[in-house]
């Protein structure tokens, strides 16, 4: 049974490799069926925002800056005692990676379809940390077609676009050992070339990932039920990380609330209600819902 991997904290020195496991699928078309092959094609370059907080409280004010602690099952679990590196290794690993092995655990889950959950996921949560933000593209920015295309927002004092560039993969060497064999990928990006001016995004649904896909994680032992999947409140994390699962709701519900003017601290996440998500106004001393619901 699949369990959700452990991760090694982000390196300062050296880089640091992270592999989505339904990548694997991929490498099942080519050792396993005549009709579907996988070949390395593109690849793409980010430049993440710093972890830090918005440097205004006037609500239109949205610097894209990440913030671990914004996903609701990360309320009160990201650490500041810890490094960023490990910070965002423990949310890669409790939100992104959990998730994923969550869907593929799923008695539903089609392996055999030629889109993987990674990538939706992995933007899910730039998305979910504040990271990214979209748009829908101009008639000037798409082709004509039945399905939205987005864009990142525009570059702005507020907005700092993530993905800068997509480029061809256009060498891969396969070598062959007497005990071993792996493949090389080399990746290139002339000195000459800038960033990709305009990069299209699709919000794509099938069997595996769709609007509405609700994943509840009931283990055996209730104490794991907080605990990233198949995995035991007991475990000791080879390097210190976090094993608290990051969901998207602790309370299998959360809303936008309803702005009141008098609201006061002690009815901001009442337990039946879930998690209202507000923010706050130290000018007027209240909590109203934010730009973010829109």
């Keep these: 049974m699949s369990a959700t991997p452990f991760i090694r904290p982000i390196q300062n020195q050296g880089g640091t490799f992270y592999t989505f496991s339904s990548a694997a699928e991929d490498l099942e078309f080519t050792f396993n069926t005549i009709n579907k092959k996988f070949y390395f094609s593109k690849f793409a370059c980010l430049n993440l925002p710093d972890i830090k907080r918005p440097e205004s409280d006037h609500a239109l004010l949205k610097e894209n800056y990440i913030q671990l602690d914004v996903i609701p099952g990360a309320f009160g679990e990201v650490s500041s005692s ?4 490990n910070m965002l290794a423990e949310s890669l690993q409790n ?26 996921i992995f933007f899910k949560w730039l998305k979910e940390i504040g990271a990214i933000r979209f748009r829908e593209a101009t008639s000037q920015e798409k082709n004509s077609g039945s399905y939205p ?18 480029g061809d993969i256009d060498m891969v060497n396969s070598v062959k050992l007497t005990n071993d ?6 990746i290139n990006i002339p000195n000459e070339h800038g960033n990709t001016p305009l990069i299209c995004f699709r919000s794509i649904s099938d069997e595996n990932y769709f609007p509405g896909l609700s994943i509840t994680n009931h283990q055996s032992n209730p104490n794991n039920d907080e605990i990233i999947y198949n995995r035991s409140h007991n475990d000791t994390h080879p390097y210190s990380l976090s094993l608290q699962a990051f969901f998207d709701s602790d309370l299998n519900s959360y809303g936008d609330g309803i702005p009141n003017a008098n609201i006061s601290i002690d009815d901001i996440n009442p337990p039946s209600e879930g998690y209202q ?6 000018l007027l001393s209240n909590y109203y819902t934010g730009w973010w619901f829109s």
């Excluded at 998500?277 to 130290?282: D, G």
């Design 181 to 186: 064999s792996f493949t090389e990928i080399y």
């Design 82 to 85: 810890k490094t960023y590196n």
């Design 149 to 166: 295309i987005f864009v990142e927002e525009d570059e702005s004092s507020l907005y700092s676009r993530v993905v800068k560039y997509i």
């Design 95 to 120: 939100y992104v990676f959990n998730l994923e092995t969550m869907i593929t655990s799923r008695p539903e889950y089609q392996s055999d379809k030629l889109l993987t959950v990674s990538e939706r």
């Design 277 to 282: 998500l507000f923010k706050y106004n130290k």
